[in-house]
């Protein structure tokens, strides 16, 4: 299936090292230092991983799949549109993306939008009880994947997800000792 991620919702993990509160009488907003780092996501990439879910949900369900339960086998498609400030060399000579965001960024993307959530609450964790476990049960599962990063009309992911089959691993009676 495919999905309308843009380039920009793609965002590496962000730190921080303040909290921000809202004054309840005087309506401003304050800064105050945390005891430690917190880690999170950019919200345009868990927008991203929301859309990725939601799609998956959709497909799954239309082709009527369960979750893979074993090994999985993952490839990535990601396309982006060229700038329209290059020339028509600069489009014919390049196909292939070599700009961020990285490939590591959109397997996680993908891989996160896939499991089960972690522990939410509220909305949030009504969301999530209806999309666990979309694709799998957990990334661990991920036995191989592929990511390609290339050109195109209209931005967006290609995802294609194959249960593998373990007995067709012919290792050709490799010894292991």
Not at 28 to 46: C, G, I, M, N, Q
Not at 87 to 108: C, F, M, Q, V, Y
Not at 121 to 150: F, P
Request: net charge positive.
């Amino acid at each position: 299936w495919s999905s309308d991620v843009c380039s920009s919702d793609l965002q590496d993990q962000k730190t921080t090292t303040h909290g921000r509160r809202k004054n309840q009488l005087t309506g401003e907003w304050k800064s105050f230092p945390l005891k430690f780092a917190v880690h999170y996501k950019d919200p345009r990439t868990r927008r991203a991983e929301r859309d990725v879910k939601l799609r998956a949900l959709a497909e799954m369900k239309r082709l009527g799949f369960e979750r893979f339960i074993g090994p999985v086998a993952l490839v990535i498609t990601a396309v982006f549109v060229q700038p329209e400030s290059w020339t028509a060399k600069e489009r014919r000579e390049n196909a292939w993306h070599a700009e961020k965001p990285d490939s590591g960024n959109i397997l996680e993307l993908v891989a996160d939008a896939g499991q089960a959530p972690k522990m939410k609450k509220g909305l949030a964790a009504l969301v999530a009880e209806k999309l666990k476990g979309v694709l799998w049960q957990d990334d661990k599962q991920l036995s191989t994947s592929a990511i390609r990063k290339i050109y195109g009309s209209r931005t967006g992911l290609l995802i294609s997800v194959a249960e593998l089959d373990p007995a067709a691993l012919d290792l050709g009676g490799a010894n292991t000792q």
